[in-house]
């Protein structure tokens, strides 16, 4: 399947400068699939080592020296072929399993920048932190998100409606009744490769919702696996709360919903836990909707937290499929837990904040494109008057504002609307609607 990366890991593979390339991402969004599809297409020979249960024999070869010359060497025995530099890519697989293996990436950059390294691990955010022997400026990084509404469009073989979409982004009306119906089945299934493959091939919502579960169930035993049973338990705890949080549509991340007279100071680790893992993402608060950057503004102690994967988030609210596909449903409040989880996802390349007033009027999402401020606002129907929204432009006079909705996509004012089921293409409609934003 298509996944937008692999333009990313071919800009490395012709970078001179190019590092041992670190790609971190939840489990189950695709990374060992897509580095395997990368080496056989770019590359003559794929050299990969998979470190999860690895054998006394690959364990062996990271035991005694490091030196990048011995390493390659031994690993040509192992697999019976040679690995030349810029013909063969070498792929380190759930490489936190063998830390001294993450730490000859160091090794490789300094002393055998020819080779092609790429280590990949699903927890992999959870080993490189401060104060671990992972030296910092050795590597480059990538980060695999599940996949988009883009790549989903695409998986169903719609390859020519996307180059459409994106060289005619005022053209896309009467493309509404496609483009909203598998609206509906993204929410469903959600970005997971193998969640979007079995929804693909079969169409068998049942099969889908069991492959949901069981990454679901992976990510609880990772929880005990990595952890100590005392902070397992936190962690599990957070992780069941987060429906709560949304159902509740709380103006911040409580505690109380986690466990009640629960505190702070007992479950931060717990939340940078799930951070790390990739299963979870922040965003912070911001008071102040008209100063840059934003992120210097923003409240440490107030956030939310969304789940990876809107499909996985739906499965484990227990939202009904029949409500999402249902179309006199779809304005309802179940969706409109899965409209806000919907459009984070989509805008995964931004740093995303939410804004909250004295007064209690909330946006959303508050972002910095290029050297300006948008407030993001998201409603899952068609009614989409919102006096959150106009308190912030009447306060912060924003250049533009963005409205997410079931409404047509179209510029009114300094305020763009732009349909859910539009926002694969928020950027080419951002240079259409509003070019002076977007060079």
């Given at each position: 399947?298509?996944?937008?990366?692999?333009?990313?890991?071919?800009?490395?593979?012709?970078?001179?400068?190019?590092?041992?390339l670190i790609m971190e991402g939840a489990r189950q969004t695709g990374k060992t699939y897509i580095l395997q599809y990368f080496g056989k297409e770019y590359y003559r020979n794929v050299a990969y080592v998979n470190m999860e249960n690895a054998s006394d024999e690959l364990k062996q070869i990271f035991t005694g020296s490091i030196n990048p010359v011995r390493i390659v060497q031994q690993l040509e025995i192992m697999f019976g072929?040679?690995?030349?530099?810029?013909?063969?890519?070498?792929?380190?697989?759930?490489?936190?399993?063998?830390?001294?293996?993450?730490?000859?990436?160091?090794?490789?950059?300094?002393?055998?920048?020819?080779?092609?390294?790429?280590?990949?691990?699903?927890?992999?955010?959870?080993?490189?932190?401060?104060?671990?022997?992972?030296?910092?400026?050795?590597?480059?990084?990538?980060?695999?998100?599940?996949?988009?509404?883009?790549?989903?469009?695409?998986?169903?073989?719609?390859?020519?409606?996307?180059?459409?979409?994106?060289?005619?982004?005022?053209?896309?009306?009467?493309?509404?009744?496609?483009?909203?119906?598998?609206?509906?089945?993204?929410?469903?299934?959600?970005?997971?490769?193998?969640?979007?493959?079995?929804?693909?091939?079969?169409?068998?919502?049942?099969?889908?919702?069991?492959?949901?579960?069981?990454?679901?169930?992976?990510?609880?035993?990772?929880?005990?696996?990595?952890?100590?049973?005392?902070?397992?338990?936190?962690?599990?705890?957070?992780?069941?709360?987060?429906?709560?949080?949304?159902?509740?549509?709380?103006?911040?991340?409580?505690?109380?919903?986690?466990?009640?007279?629960?505190?702070?100071?007992?479950?931060?680790?717990?939340i940078e836990w799930l951070l790390s893992a990739g299963i979870v993402r922040r965003v912070n608060l911001v008071k102040c909707g008209d100063k840059l950057p934003l992120r210097a503004y923003s409240e440490r102690n107030s956030f939310k937290l969304y789940f990876i994967d809107v499909g996985l988030f739906r499965r484990f609210a227990k939202i009904p499929t029949a409500v999402v596909l249902d179309k006199t449903a779809i304005?309802?409040?179940?969706?409109?837990?899965?409209?806000?989880?919907?459009?984070?996802?989509?805008?995964?390349?931004?740093?995303?904040?939410?804004?909250?007033?004295?007064?209690?009027?909330?946006?959303?999402?508050?972002?910095?494109?290029?050297?300006?401020?948008?407030?993001?606002?998201?409603?899952?129907?068609?009614?989409?008057?919102?006096?959150?929204?106009?308190?912030?432009?009447?306060?912060?006079?924003?250049?533009?504002?963005?409205?997410?909705?079931?409404?047509?996509?179209?510029?009114?004012?300094?305020?763009?609307?732009?349909?859910?089921?539009?926002?694969?293409?928020?950027?080419?409609?951002?240079?259409?609607?509003?070019?002076?934003?977007?060079?």
């Amino acid at each position: 399947m298509y996944r937008k990366i692999t333009k990313q890991l071919i800009d490395w593979k012709q970078d001179n400068a190019r590092k041992p390339l670190i790609m971190e991402g939840a489990r189950q969004t695709g990374k060992t699939y897509i580095l395997q599809y990368f080496g056989k297409e770019y590359y003559r020979n794929v050299a990969y080592v998979n470190m999860e249960n690895a054998s006394d024999e690959l364990k062996q070869i990271f035991t005694g020296s490091i030196n990048p010359v011995r390493i390659v060497q031994q690993l040509e025995i192992m697999f019976g072929f040679a690995i030349h530099p810029a013909e063969t890519l070498l792929i380190f697989d759930e490489v936190q399993e063998i830390p001294r293996a993450l730490t000859s990436l160091k090794y490789f950059c300094e002393e055998a920048p020819e080779y092609n390294v790429v280590a990949s691990g699903s927890l992999l955010g959870i080993f490189l932190h401060p104060g671990s022997s992972f030296p910092v400026g050795k590597v480059d990084f990538l980060k695999m998100q599940p996949m988009n509404f883009e790549e989903f469009l695409i998986a169903n073989n719609e390859q020519r409606l996307v180059d459409f979409a994106r060289e005619n982004p005022k053209d896309l009306a009467f493309l509404k009744e496609k483009l909203y119906d598998y609206f509906k089945y993204y929410l469903v299934t959600g970005g997971m490769p193998e969640v979007v493959q079995s929804w693909i091939t079969e169409k068998n919502i049942e099969k889908v919702e069991k492959i949901q579960d069981a990454i679901l169930q992976t990510y609880i035993r990772d929880f005990s696996k990595h952890t100590k049973e005392a902070e397992s338990i936190r962690i599990k705890q957070v992780f069941d709360s987060l429906p709560k949080h949304f159902a509740k549509n709380n103006d911040k991340f409580l505690y109380d919903a986690v466990r009640e007279g629960a505190r702070a100071r007992e479950y931060e680790l717990a939340i940078e836990w799930l951070l790390s893992a990739g299963i979870v993402r922040r965003v912070n608060l911001v008071k102040c909707g008209d100063k840059l950057p934003l992120r210097a503004y923003s409240e440490r102690n107030s956030f939310k937290l969304y789940f990876i994967d809107v499909g996985l988030f739906r499965r484990f609210a227990k939202i009904p499929t029949a409500v999402v596909l249902d179309k006199t449903a779809i304005f309802d409040e179940f969706n409109g837990l899965l409209a806000e989880q919907y459009v984070l996802q989509e805008l995964n390349k931004y740093e995303l904040f939410y804004w909250r007033s004295s007064t209690q009027a909330e946006v959303d999402f508050v972002t910095q494109i290029d050297s300006k401020i948008v407030p993001i606002e998201v409603k899952s129907g068609l009614n989409v008057k919102s006096q959150s929204m106009k308190v912030y432009r009447e306060r912060f006079n924003p250049e533009l504002a963005i409205r997410f909705s079931l409404k047509e996509t179209k510029m009114d004012g300094n305020l763009l609307n732009i349909s859910l089921y539009h926002s694969p293409f928020f950027d080419y409609l951002l240079k259409s609607h509003y070019s002076v934003l977007i060079a």
